[in-house]
T-cell receptor
Framework: AQKVTQAQTEISVVEKEDVTLDCVYE???????LFWYKQPPSGELVFLIR??????QNEISGRYSWNFQKSTSSFNFTITASQVVDSAVYFC????????????FGKGTRLHILP | DGGITQSPKYLFRKEGQNVTLSCEQN?????MYWYRQDPGQGLRLIYY???????QKGDIAEGYSVSREKKESFPLTVTSAQKNPTAFYLC?????????????FGPGTRLTVL
């Protein structure tokens, strides 16, 4: 069965600190897709990244980086030199190739960046 | 600009009334989705549609209904059978290929039932 666990419900860090958001997933499929979305206070989810199960390369986009490790079923997200604008709820999500109809979201991590 | 429109942003209804939430997209996406978000619960799938005139129940479809008469539109009706309808509702769409692709979200409708 599909499952996404974001164990950190809420995190607070001071601006300019680095912060890592954890995501652990469960799936029986060998082909699957992992996502991260950001939900700012306005409410609209914004897509950040998609990874397929065959691509374990870590990715960096500006201050954002993602660490995908199949051995531990984790897809963690790190923000370097955090800024107040990074304050949001972040969701990790999973879809399976043989269940092309739905995506399962974690419960989200609320991130507070303190000035 | 292409995107997804949900209206209204805030909606208030009396208990026992049906209410319809609108979702329109001009992205030419085939698949559309409705999610419900409650505090601390993440997003839960209500209904989805991968093609016009076809839709499937998600994980929490009871008390809700949808239609997909046009590619651009996927309205959600919250019926009086829904026991706890107060929530934030998000509509999303994606290219053909379904959930393997990134989803584009609307701004959401916050429904409060009094």
């Amino acid at each position: 069965a599909q499952k996404v666990t974001q164990a950190q419900t809420e995190i607070s860090v001071v601006e300019k600190e680095d912060v890592t958001l954890d995501c652990v997933y469960e799936t029986r499929d060998t082909t699957y897709y992992l996502f991260w979305y950001k939900q700012p206070p306005s409410g609209e989810l914004v897509f950040l990244i998609r990874r397929n199960s065959f691509d374990e390369q870590n990715e960096i986009s500006g201050r954002y980086s993602w660490n995908f490790q199949k051995s531990t079923s984790s897809f963690n997200f790190t923000i370097t030199a955090s800024q107040v604008v990074d304050s949001a709820v972040y969701f990790c999500a999973l879809s399976e190739a043989n269940r092309d109809d739905k995506i399962i979201f974690g419960k989200g991590t609320r991130l507070h960046i303190l000035p | 600009d292409g995107g997804i429109t949900q209206s209204p942003k805030y909606l208030f209804r009396k208990e026992g009334q049906n209410v319809t939430l609108s979702c329109e997209q001009n992205l030419n996406h085939d698949a559309m989705y409705w999610y419900r978000q409650d505090p601390g619960q993440g997003l839960r799938l209500i209904y989805y549609s991968q093609i016009v005139n076809d839709f499937q129940k998600g994980d929490i479809a009871e008390g809700y209904s949808v239609s997909r008469e046009k590619k651009e539109s996927f309205p959600l009706t919250v019926t009086s059978a829904q026991k706890n309808p107060t929530a934030f509702y998000l509509c999303a769409s994606t290219h053909s290929g379904g959930a393997r692709n990134e989803q584009f979200f609307g701004p959401g409708t916050r429904l409060t039932v009094l």
